[in-house]
Structure formats: structure tokens, C-alpha cells
């Protein structure tokens, strides 16, 4: 991922920031939320105030669901607790980095997936443990909920990437949902050659999903996890020796025209993930589609809606799904009223997932709790596979190099002819390079 330049942003977000005065939109970033800024601190009650700051990506976001329940808080408590946000597109990891780094961090923060390693190495993350929330998480959630030997955040939400499998296209050519990648194979073989495109493409979930779950299958279905990432970690692994699977599934795919014939890795990546892969998958011109939960509402909005449902990534054997969180709580170390912050944790993931409960915007179950309802019968086959079956993190933030920006970029040269060892070679060396620089990170003071 090209990383921009954290001066401009941080330039941009100051003036911004100090610009505006009371509610507002961020511009360019279709935010659809208004942000209101911080009262003077003459104007807030007396007693002690709490600062957190989220990201906001539009009328979904839990942003609105964030200031309703602080409201509700505020009412009730001697302790005042502020919202600020920007949208992610706007620079929030850059700023949330800086703000942490300046010591003018807020005392609770959601932080997003690709900052969480940089957080942590720093040690801007306090632990959780002691909360009664995160003895209440299941098992997934608490698996996500921990790096290193620290729990850094209270998972909000949880998703996962799947298949979404098109049954009306299925059943025109006589076939059935497949059950693992052999079948899965088969499906797609008699597709192409009664002239159809089996898979739905897009620069993010149509590479990184299927090659991730078919490459990592075994190491998080096998025994001694723990241990081989250790080994991963230190070198004594190389991650190619898992990853190879992954990549020549990808390279089938792409040979034998899966996405449709004549892509190269620009035409690829230049399809954002729900553009135009969505659409395909609904209209019927395609049968499969890789993708996160939370894109079913989209599916559910075409007209006609296809007969369809979500199941597990085809892998041999059987299914997994790559499993991630949608918003991590967190709180600063450094906060001046770690108690209170930590007493809002409390109480803002307990509310927020009654009300997500009730209103149905739970994707996947967080705690163990067994009145858990799925918000839509489309994704029992998923859910299935959440609770029983392969669960591999999208992104492992006990590893200290990446998977999800990595194989993308691999499967996108991949279309341009870079064949399935090769792809293996190279991420074997980009382990190597990526450990070395973890290793070598300066922790600011």
C-alpha cells in the first residue's frame, strides 16, 4: 500500500480542523456524518472529560451509533466524554498516530486494521484484560482482540470475507454449491466452457480472499499454531512454503479465464471492490463472488434480488473464512483518567452491541453469549463455517509482516504472467524484508 505523506495530511487535517467551528462535513470524503467539534473547555460540566476519536465513513458508520450511546452516557455520569472524528479517507491513521505521538492522544480511540502493528510496537495500546468484556468474548473475537501478550482493543463487530454463491446461474448449467475446491474447480470449468465467467473480479477481494484461504488453510487448521508463527516470525518458516497452495489455486483461475478473458493486473486493479463485481454477481453474469459479510445488503438490493447465499472460501476439504474485526476498541496508556476510560470501555461495548443486537446490524456474534440471531438466513452456510469450521485472520497481527496488501499485489503481477513459484519466492523474500524492518522500528519516546 502506498503510504502518503503524513505532513501534508496532518497539515490538511490542523487546518481543517481549526478552521471550522461547530457542525460540519469533511470534504472529499462523501461522509454523509456531521462531526461536532469539541466544546470549549469552559463549557463542558465540571468534572473530568474524556476524549474519543473514530473514524466516520458515512451514514453506517458506528459513528452514529458512538455519539447517540455517549449522549446517553453523558446524561448520566459526572464524567463527560467528547466525540471527535474524521473520515479514514481523510488522513484519521496518519492524524490518530500523530496525536498518540505527541502525547495529545485521546483517552479511548478505534483504531483501524493496518495501523494496529504500528500501535502496538510503540506501545500505544492499553491492556484490556481486566475487563469483563473481553472475558464475555468468544472465542474468534479474542483471538482478534490480542497482539502480543496485550489486550489492545474490545472487538465492536465482527465480519468476515466469504463466497457469495449465485444459485440461479448455478442451476442453469445443472450445478450445485461447491462444498470444497475440488468442487468449487469443477463449477467453474463447466461454466467457462458453456462460454459463462464464473468468479466476479475486483482489485481487493477477488485476489486477496481465495488465495489468502487456500494458502493459509493448513497452518490455521493444524496443530501448534502458536509455534509456527513463532517460526514464521523468526524466519526458521518461510511463509511460501503455506502461501504456495494459494497462489497456484489463483493461477488455475487466472489461466483457465475464471475472471474473464484477457485481464491484465492494471485492467484488475482498477476495480474497486462493490463497482462492479456486485453488480455481475446479481445480474447473473457471474455465478461466484468473493467478498465481505456486510456487502449483503448490496446484493439484497438488486432488482430482482438473485436466489443466492454466503458460505465458506472453498479450500480442500472443505470451507474456511477469513475472519476480521469491523471497529477495535481501544484505550490510551498514557490517558490522565485511565479508570474513567477505561469504566467508558465498559460500558460503551456492552451498549453498542445490545443496540446492534436489536436493531439487526450484528454481522457475526462477539461474545459468547448464545442469543445471538443472524440478520440474514442468506448467510447461514458462513455462519456455519464461523462457528465450526476454518477461521483464518485476514490480517494475523501476531505476524510481523503483512498477508492482505502483499498477496494482493502478487495476484495483480500474477495477471501479468508472474507464475504461482515465482509469487511464493517473492513473498518469501518480502517476509524476510518486512521482519527485518519490524525489528529495526525506532519506538517513539
Known amino acids: 500500500m502506498i503510504k502518503r505523506s503524513y505532513n501534508l495530511f496532518f497539515s490538511a487535517l490542523v487546518l481543517c480542523i481549526g478552521s471550522l467551528s461547530g457542525c460540519h462535513r469533511f470534504p472529499g470524503s462523501g461522509n454523509e456524518v456531521n462531526i461536532v467539534e469539541p466544546k470549549a473547555q469552559r463549557d463542558l460540566p465540571q468534572g473530568k472529560t474524556l476524549t474519543f476519536f473514530a473514524p466516520v465513513e458515512g451514514k453506517s458508520s458506528g459513528a452514529v451509533s458512538y455519539r447517540r450511546l455517549i449522549d446517553k452516557y453523558n446524561k448520566s455520569h459526572d464524567v463527560h466524554v467528547v466525540f471527535e472524528g474524521i473520515a479514514t479517507a481523510d488522513g484519521y491513521n496518519e492524524y490518530l498516530e500523530e496525536r498518540l505521538r505527541t502525547g495529545k492522544g485521546d483517552d479511548i480511540f478505534i483504531v483501524n486494521e493496518d495501523s494496529v502493528k504500528t500501535l502496538a510496537h510503540n506501545g500505544y495500546f492499553q491492556d484490556l484484560s481486566s475487563l469483563e468484556a473481553f472475558q464475555k468474548l468468544n472465542d474468534s473475537a479474542r483471538e482478534e482482540a490480542v497482539i502480543g501478550d496485550t489486550v489492545y482493543c474490545i472487538p465492536m463487530n465482527m465480519t468476515a470475507y466469504a463466497l457469495f454463491v449465485n444459485m440461479d446461474v448455478l442451476e442453469r448449467y445443472g450445478l450445485e454449491a461447491p462444498d470444497n475446491l475440488e468442487e468449487f474447480k469443477v463449477c467453474c470449468t463447466e461454466i467457462k466452457a458453456l462460454g459463462g465467467t464464473p468468479i466476479s473480479l475486483s482489485r481487493w477481494h477477488a485476489t486477496a480472499v481465495p488465495t489468502i484461504a487456500n494458502g493459509l488453510y493448513k497452518l490455521y487448521d493444524g496443530p501448534d499454531i502458536q509455534k509456527h508463527l513463532e517460526l514464521l516470525n523468526s524466519g526458521e518458516e518461510q511463509i ?126 462477539v461474545y459468547k453469549s448464545s442469543d445471538f440471531t443472524l440478520s440474514n438466513e442468506k448467510m447461514r452456510p458462513a455462519y456455519d463455517t464461523y462457528v465450526s469450521g476454518i477461521r483464518i485472520p485476514a490480517e494475523d497481527m501476531h505476524l510481523k509482516f503483512g498477508s492482505w496488501d502483499v498477496v494482493r499485489e502478487l495476484c495483480l503481477e500474477m495477471f501479468n504472467g508472474r507464475t504461482a513459484v515465482e509469487a511464493t519466492e517473492e513473498y518469501n523474500k518480502i517476509q524476510l524484508e518486512q521482519i527485518s524492518a519490524y525489528d529495526k522500528q525506532e519506538k517513539h519516546p
Not at 263 to 284: H, M, N
Not at 342 to 364: A, H, W
Open 240 to 365: 511460501g512454503d503455506y502461501m504456495v497452495e494459494g497462489f497456484e489455486a489463483f493461477q488455475t483461475s487466472v489461466e483457465n479465464g475464471w475472471y474473464g478473458d484477457g485481464v491484465d493486473g492494471d485492467a484488475a486493479d482498477a476495480l474497486r471492490a462493490g463497482e462492479k463485481d456486485i453488480s455481475d454477481f446479481t445480474s447473473g453474469m457471474t455465478a461466484f463472488y468473493f467478498g465481505p459479510l456486510e456487502y449483503i445488503p448490496l446484493v439484497e438490493e438488486a432488482n430482482p434480488p438473485p436466489d443466492y447465499h454466503v458460505q465458506g472460501i472453498p479450500v480442500p476439504g472443505g470451507t474456511a473464512l477469513l475472519i476480521t474485526v469491523v471497529s477495535r476498541l481501544c484505550v490510551n496508556p498514557d490517558s490522565d483518567n485511565l479508570d474513567e476510560a477505561m469504566e467508558f470501555v465498559s460500558y460503551l461495548s456492552s451498549e453498542y452491541y445490545k443496540e446492534s443486537m436489536e436493531n439487526g446490524t450484528i454481522i457475526l456474534p
